[in-house]
């Protein structure tokens, strides 16, 4: 190959020698936009010059940047066209000289554009609605064809009005919506030459915010620390963001608001009236910006801002008190005293409508904006006392009060008659109210009280009331007294009359329903009370033409019923009653005849449901419940049992059970002003009977304590406090005392014994402090004596203070001298005198005498002795005694009964000269410093243990240790005390009498 080729340039050259020959390679060129090429102009022959021209025919200088023209060597010059353009096309020619010769060659250089994207960005963002030019520039020659596509497919112009390709090839979308957003493909294509080239633009559609307000209306409250919550909903693309302001005011997060990350919420701190406005919530985003506004109203809860105490004096023409009140929206301003409001507006005429009138026009109130006035005429006394005026909108209300103080002259109050007979002293109480406070003067006939004549008419005087004791000893002392108070607004004067007492009539049997060993007397209460309250009912029942048996019962309110027990079955008796109130006993009713019903033991059954009473005791919220048995079913009765519960809930209480001789139980430590209901059922062999039923609301939660209890105390802290030290003392030496008299024990009797070598009086052995009776000096057996606690209580004598009336005394009683060589021991206080004898004739004319046992009843521990022992109240001034009680029970007449205090079936015992008259002496009331105690110890409420204690011996009786059992029956317990035998004698006793009140044996 390489011998053909040189043998063909060897021809040429040989043929051609004369001439000069041109040749450029390539022959023709095509240059795309951009690019560079270079072409070779290859000279055969011996050429001098090799030159280049352009299209325009401008040799090429070696120095043009674009277009470099070099020679390689002799025969060759390549022509190099960098970066060509559209002007580097045309015709390049290529000429070749030596000497006179040339010879030449051309070359076409054509330049062509590639597709080319000029502006075709990505993304394009555009607002939702808008008419979207999404830009795609293609550069390119010839000029391409343009195809859009979305979402994989071409897009027809044709079927789709929306889209429009422009003539410089953009897409055009009408109305773009959130759904043409994405991607879009821009494709350019050239046919001729099979060029395609695309871009992918991302189209992005911005969403104009929308906001809504969660409450076009927030409702706060100013002045209480509370915070108000403002909030708006944005929505939009891109996300919005939100910004609040207040009278054009951007608002930002510290102190008064705070703002949530978003911005959507707006929190207020501590609203203040002039926080209240309109607050705007702004969402804003590429697309632009839309606001939403939320009202806040800001509220003031009312607020009495003025309202002073005023005084005035009765009888003045007027006095207007004043009430100004703020508040938004503006208050309603109303009055009220006690139970009575005035609220402006009501009973107003239509011609004054702001003007309110009572209806004896004494009343006006008048309103104006935020301040109203009372208007209060013709000044009466009874306008004093606290006035409240009251503010009220639609958020809140406040209360302020104002005391009305009128001075005015003395108001004399009190019962006007009051009953008493002689002996017995009772209280007249002149109640004067007057401000400023009245003196009080006592007068009868012109004569001041009391005088150095009248020794027994005493005075008391408290702050408010003045008390004129008067124990009348003759019937010149009954009559009329003047009571006159006075104060620097005038005086007043009333009489009261002092009136006999009387006993009360008969009451009237009504029915007696009886049963096999009890039975139900229904009776109506005298229509005489003889003045003053009645304190017993007394029942007597017999067997036709032998004596009387009887019992007295105590008189509670509204009592239509008595039971009476221990009665035999089928049997006729006679049953008659009587009434016994202060002054005595009135006679009795006319007998009436009823017969008992048989027991039918084979025909058994379940018992009577027991009557129930309640009695409250404590402050209030302990009850004593007390049954009555009724028919035994032929069966004796096993116990007792008791069941409660508070009304308003399901479970009962644990049951209770007590013993079948129990007649009362206490229930303690219940809910205040709660409601109870109380079963008790009676249970024998054949089963349960009925039970009986009762309800009861306990008393209200004592947690005041009056405003003048503070004013009225005359005595300090300090006082006080001593007062109760020498209080304690004296306790302390008597109970010292009593151990050292009664029980051989105490520091009196270490004294005794260590110093004075012997024993005190009345000391008892160790077998008597362990409950064994003593022996007598003789050998001779007595009965068996049973002693049995009752509790029986009587007006005022319930326990704490008591107010005065005209039936309390102010001054106790003299303390009894002790009579230590008495061989009785006294139980009762020598004050409570009118109960002893009942107690005495109770015991005489019971049941209990057909079965041999004596029955004895004890004061209760609330007993008037008790009561009197201390002051009359807490806040009592110093210098006021207790009150006279006209409650007693009546004085015992001389002994005249022929029932012997000790039936006769008691005793087997011989016989001796002052026997009979021993028993039948009463029971004298004792006067001994040991009767509180004794009165604890006889309580019903534990076992009486030391029952046998209060057993007195006559040191000339004869006793034998037989081996009977004494017991002291309690409610709760049995105390049996075994091998003791002791005879009862009652003596009367020496003490002095109190007040004329006490029996006289």
């Not at 590429?286 to 009202?295: F, L, N, P, R, T």
């Not at 007295?552 to 027990?565: K, L, R, S």
């Not at 402050?619 to 007792?640: A, C, E, F, M």
């Not at 005489?844 to 005498?849: E, G, H």
Request: glycine share 6%.
């Amino acid at each position: 190959m390489l011998q053909i080729r040189d043998l063909v340039w060897g021809l040429l050259f040989a043929g051609c020698a004369a001439a000069i020959q041109v040749q450029i390679t390539p022959t023709q060129g095509e240059i795309s936009v951009g690019e560079s090429k270079f072409f070779l102009c290859e000279v055969v022959g011996d050429a001098k010059d090799i030159d280049w021209f352009a299209p325009s025919g401008e040799k090429i200088l070696p120095n043009r940047p674009d277009i470099i023209v070099s020679r390689t060597d002799e025969a060759t010059a390549t022509l190099t066209i960098y970066h060509a353009n559209v002007d580097s096309a045309g015709i390049y020619k290529c000429v070749a000289r030596s000497g006179d010769k040339e010879a030449q060659a051309t070359v076409q250089v054509k330049i062509f554009q590639k597709i080319t994207f000029d502006s075709a960005p990505s993304p394009q963002e555009f607002n939702e609605g808008d008419d979207a030019d999404i830009v795609c520039d293609v550069v390119s020659s010839p000029p391409p064809a343009i195809i859009w596509k979305h979402k994989g497919s071409r897009i027809q112009v044709a079927k789709d009005v929306r889209y429009k390709i422009m003539d410089n090839g953009h897409l055009l979308i009408r109305g773009i919506k959130k759904i043409d957003e994405g991607m879009y493909n821009c494709e350019a294509r050239i046919m001729a030459r099979g060029e395609i080239d695309f871009r992918m633009i991302k189209v992005i559609v911005n969403v104009l915010p929308t906001i809504r307000a969660r409450l076009s209306e927030v409702n706060a409250t100013a002045d209480i620390a509370s915070s108000a919550l403002l909030a708006c909903d944005a929505d939009g693309f891109p996300e919005p963001s939100v910004t609040w302001t207040h009278n054009n005011v951007v608002l930002e997060t510290g102190d008064k608001y705070t703002l949530s990350d978003d911005g959507s919420e707006l929190l207020i701190k501590s609203v203040k009236k002039v926080d209240e406005g309109d607050y705007t919530c702004i969402a804003k985003n590429k697309a632009g910006e839309k606001s939403e506004e939320v009202s806040l109203n800001v509220f003031v809860r009312p607020r009495i801002t003025y309202l002073n105490n005023q005084t005035a004096s009765e009888f003045d023409e007027q006095v207007t008190l004043t009430c100004e009140a703020s508040g938004d929206p503006t208050p309603a301003i109303s009055w009220s005293f006690q139970n009575r409001v005035f609220t402006e507006g009501e009973q107003a005429s239509w011609t004054r409508p702001d003007k309110y009138e009572s209806l004896d026009r004494n009343i006006v109130v008048r309103s104006h904006a935020r301040v109203s006035s009372l208007t209060l005429k013709n000044i009466l006394f009874t306008y004093a006392g606290e006035y409240l005026c009251t503010a009220t909108n639609s958020i809140g209300r406040d209360n302020k009060h104002m005391y009305l103080e009128v001075r005015y002259a003395p108001k004399i109050l009190g019962t006007v008659t009051v009953y008493t007979w002689e002996g017995n002293a009772a209280n007249i109480s002149c109640e004067a109210e007057a401000h400023p406070g009245a003196s009080v003067v006592w007068s009868r006939d012109g004569l001041q009280l009391p005088s150095a004549n009248t020794t027994n008419v005493k005075v008391y005087n408290t702050p408010t009331i003045s008390y004129l004791e008067i124990t009348p000893d003759s019937q010149y002392n009954f009559g009329t007294y003047n009571c006159t108070a006075t104060n620097a607004m005038g005086s007043e004067s009333k009489e009261f009359v002092l009136i006999q007492a009387d006993v009360p009539s008969s009451p009237e049997i009504e029915l007696v329903e009886p049963f096999s060993s009890t039975a139900v007397v229904s009776f109506e209460e005298p229509d005489s009370m003889g003045g003053v309250p009645i304190i017993k009912y007394r029942v007597e029942w017999r067997l036709p033409g032998q004596d009387w048996t009887g019992k007295e019962y105590h008189a509670d309110d509204e009592m239509t019923t008595i039971t009476i027990v221990g009665l035999k079955p089928e049997t006729t008796y006679e049953i008659k009653m009587s009434a016994i109130n202060g002054k005595g006993e009135g006679e009795s009713s006319p007998a009436t005849t009823f017969t008992t019903q048989p027991v039918q033991y084979s025909f058994a059954r379940e018992p009577t449901a027991p009557k129930l009473v309640v009695k409250v005791q404590g402050r209030g919220n302990t009850l004593k419940v007390n049954w009555i048995k009724q028919d035994d079913g032929g069966s004796p009765i096993k116990h007792y049992l008791v069941r409660y519960k508070a009304k308003h809930v399901s479970d009962w209480k644990p049951e209770i059970r007590v013993p079948h001789n129990s007649e009362y139980v206490t229930l303690s430590g219940l809910d205040w002003n709660t409601e109870y209901e109380i079963h008790v059922v009676a249970e024998n062999q054949q089963g349960k009977s009925e039970p009986g039923v009762i309800s009861y609301r306990t008393a209200s939660d004592p947690t005041t304590i009056p405003d003048d209890a503070g004013a009225r105390s005359a005595m300090g802290t300090g006082a006080i406090v001593g007062i109760l030290i020498v209080v304690f003392f004296l306790l302390l030496v008597g109970v010292d005392v009593t151990c050292y008299f009664l029980n051989k024990c105490g520091l009196l009797m270490c004294i005794a014994v260590n110093f004075c070598g012997k024993a005190g009086p009345g000391a008892k052995s160790k077998d008597m402090e362990e409950g064994q009776a003593a022996f007598t000096k003789d050998e001779s057996k007595e009965p068996i004596v049973e002693v049995r606690t009752e509790e029986e209580q009587t007006p005022n004598q319930g326990g704490g203070p008591t107010e005065p009336n005209e039936t309390t005394p102010l001054t106790g009683p003299e303390p009894a001298a002790a009579d230590a060589t008495s061989p009785v021991v006294n139980l009762l206080p020598s004050t409570a005198t009118n109960s002893v004898a009942g107690s005495v004739s109770a015991a005489q004319s019971s049941p209990a005498s057909d079965g041999g046992v004596l029955t004895a009843k004890a004061p209760p521990r609330n007993s008037p002795a008790a009561a009197r022992s201390g002051p009359l109240n807490a806040n009592a001034q110093p210098d006021v005694g207790p009150l006279v009680d006209l409650s007693d029970a009546p004085k015992a007449p001389p002994s005249s009964d022929p029932t012997p205090l000790v039936p006769e079936p008691l005793s087997p015992a011989p016989a001796s000269a002052e026997g009979p008259q021993s028993q039948r002496d009463p029971v004298k009331a004792p006067s001994s410093s040991s009767s509180s105690s004794q009165n604890k110890d006889s309580q019903v409420d534990g076992p009486a243990e030391d029952a046998p204690s209060v057993l007195c011996t006559d040191p000339t009786a004869p006793a034998h240790n037989d081996g009977k059992t004494v017991k002291a029956d309690g409610t709760e317990g049995e105390t049996e005390v075994k091998n003791a035998t002791a005879e009862v004698k009652t003596v009367p006793n020496e003490a002095p009498q109190a007040n004329g009140n006490e029996s006289k044996a």
